[in-house]
T-cell receptor, first 114, second 115 residues
Framework: EPEVTQTPSHQVTQMGQEVILRCVPI?????FYWYRQILGQKVEFLVS????????KSEIFDDQFSVERPDGSNFTLKIRSTKLEDSAMYFC????????????FGSGTRLTVV | AQSVTQLGSHVSVSEGALVLLRCNYS??????LFWYVQYPNQGLQLLLK??????LVKGINDFEAEFKKSETSFHLTKPSAHMSDAAEYFC?????????????FGAGTILRVKS
């Protein structure tokens, strides 16, 4: 069964450093998403990406965050200057369409900012 | 705006007993509803989804959920719990955006299965 692949599975970074989280969505999917889950809290929507641009973003997704699909297969989330409160599990997801289509989630990247 | 409430952050059942995880939703439009499961140190796996075709939805691993519009509920059940069902379960409602759908998740319910 097709999978969404995320790398790395764990990342530890110093506060103020930039990190890039990588995702390879399912090849025929058109919609791409990032979600995050702070330990003990809900899974929260960060951003959606369609047709090579951001289609919607949450209030969490401020100027320190960016996404891109540099080569038609990878989908990346960049955090420019990490803060302690960015420590969370970050999930990438993709879907074939809208409405009744569920997402396929990756296994996540656990980001720890120290 | 759509929202989901999961009643009970922790549920404990004996192996072989009925599993019932509760989910209530709020939506201004006919909802699409999902249950996801998260095993320790793993991602979110789709268990089942409601897309208005049938109110009783069957998913993987003998889980099923029933959409009840009058009660705004989408509770997850399994007739007989197995040790391998121990995980965290998330109910989610799909909120339509201009392009794509955003999933709004509940807080999750941790299921413990006792031997």
């Amino acid at each position: 069964e097709p999978e969404v692949t995320q790398t790395p599975s764990h990342q530890v970074t110093q506060m103020g450093q930039e990190v890039i989280l990588r995702c390879v969505p399912i090849s025929n999917h058109l919609y791409f998403y990032w979600y995050r889950q702070i330990l003990g809290q809900k899974v929260e929507f960060l951003v959606s990406f369609y047709n090579n641009e951001i289609s919607e973003k949450s209030e969490i997704f401020d100027d320190q965050f960016s996404v891109e699909r540099p080569d038609g297969s990878n989908f990346t989330l960049k955090i420019r200057s990490t803060k302690l409160e960015d420590s969370a599990m970050y999930f990438c997801a993709s879907s074939e369409g809208t409405g009744t289509y569920g997402y396929t989630f990756g296994s996540g990247t656990r980001l720890t900012v120290v | 705006a759509q929202s989901v409430t999961q009643l009970g952050s922790h549920v404990s059942v004996s192996e072989g007993a009925l599993v019932l995880l509760r989910c209530n939703y709020s939506s201004s439009v006919p909802p699409y509803l999902f249950w996801y499961v998260q095993y320790p140190n793993q991602g979110l796996q789709l268990l089942l989804k409601y897309t208005s075709a049938a109110t009783l939805v069957k998913g993987i691993n003998d889980f099923e959920a029933e959409f009840k519009k009058s009660e705004t509920s989408f509770h997850l059940t399994k007739p007989s719990a197995h040790m391998s069902d121990a995980a965290e379960y998330f109910c989610a409602v799909s909120a339509r955006m201009e392009y794509g759908n955003k999933l709004v998740f509940g807080a999750g319910t941790i299921l413990r299965v006792k031997s």
